[in-house]
């Protein structure tokens, strides 16, 4: 798959948080969104997600100008802070996702709580998560239904040492694949080691590092 940024800015209030930004994202690749918080790699992440409209410009996927059918394509997504229903269990909540498409059976739900090591506390109310908890349970409803695109925004928020390595394993697994994946981070360290190409974000400008 290939989603093209093309002359994306956003102003929120007469302040430009995107200045014509323009990039390729292929399959096959992880891409890395480095910048401070602020800096507008949420906002960015939001557009391409189709969650908010650019002031101008264009996002296309295949070619294709994205216009409210954003749901066509397999794509998962964490932007910003996780947010399930308190009452519910980690699974009941991925469970109450997953019916939506009715396309993945509960060992597809369970295999994605195993992979973000969060399988022992998926009978724990939500409300009772911790932030890291809280982020795993993000990252497996962004994964959980093989999806062709996969967004994290600040993907390793709030987890253990061990589960980061896990998972920047899965990452590279998922990119062997031909997946394409974004993740979004203001530690450089993080994003060197794991990512192909880095776009940088400051006070509105996106550069390639590359």
């Given amino acids: 798959?290939?989603?093209?940024?093309?002359?994306?800015?956003?102003?929120?209030?007469?302040?430009k948080?995107?200045?014509?930004?323009?990039?390729?994202?292929?399959?096959?690749?992880?891409?890395?969104?480095?910048?401070?918080?602020?800096?507008?790699?949420?906002?960015?992440?939001?557009?391409?997600?189709?969650?908010?409209k650019p002031s101008n410009g264009e996002i296309l996927i295949d070619g294709k100008k994205i216009n409210g059918d954003i749901y066509k394509y397999n794509i998962g997504a964490l932007i910003?802070?996780?947010?399930?229903?308190g009452n519910l269990t980690g699974f009941e909540n991925l469970k109450l996702l997953a019916d939506l498409k009715n396309n993945i059976k509960?060992?597809?739900?369970?295999?994605?709580?195993?992979?973000?090591?969060?399988?022992?506390?998926?009978?724990?109310?939500?409300?009772?998560?911790?932030?890291?908890?809280?982020?795993k349970l993000g990252i497996a409803q962004a994964i959980m239904e093989n999806q062709d695109i996969i967004i994290l925004d600040e993907a390793f928020n709030g987890i253990e040492e061990d589960t980061v390595k896990k998972l920047k394993n899965v990452f590279l697994k998922f990119k062997d694949e031909g997946k394409?994946?974004?993740i979004s981070s203001?530690?450089?360290?993080?994003?060197?080691?794991?990512?192909?190409i880095i776009y940088s974000f400051d006070v509105g400008k996106v550069t390639n590092e590359n």
Avoid: W
């Avoid at 798959?1 to 956003?10: D, P, R, T």
């Avoid at 910003?80 to 229903?85: A, D």
């Avoid at 295999?111 to 724990?124: M, Y």
């Avoid at 360290?189 to 794991?194: F, K, M, N, R, Y």
């Fill in 1 to 15: 798959m290939k989603i093209e940024v093309k002359n994306v800015s956003k102003i929120f209030k007469n302040v």
């Fill in 17 to 52: 948080v995107l200045d014509n930004v323009n990039m390729l994202l292929e399959s096959g690749k992880i891409y890395g969104f480095k910048g401070r918080n602020g800096s507008g790699k949420s906002v960015l992440l939001k557009i391409i997600c189709d969650l908010i």
């Fill in 80 to 85: 910003e802070n996780p947010s399930f229903f």
């Fill in 106 to 135: 509960d060992e597809d739900i369970i295999k994605a709580l195993e992979t973000v090591n969060l399988l022992e506390e998926k009978d724990k109310k939500y409300r009772k998560y911790s932030l890291g908890m809280k982020q």
């Fill in 180 to 182: 394409l994946i974004i």
């Fill in 186 to 196: 203001h530690i450089k360290e993080d994003l060197e080691e794991l990512t192909d």
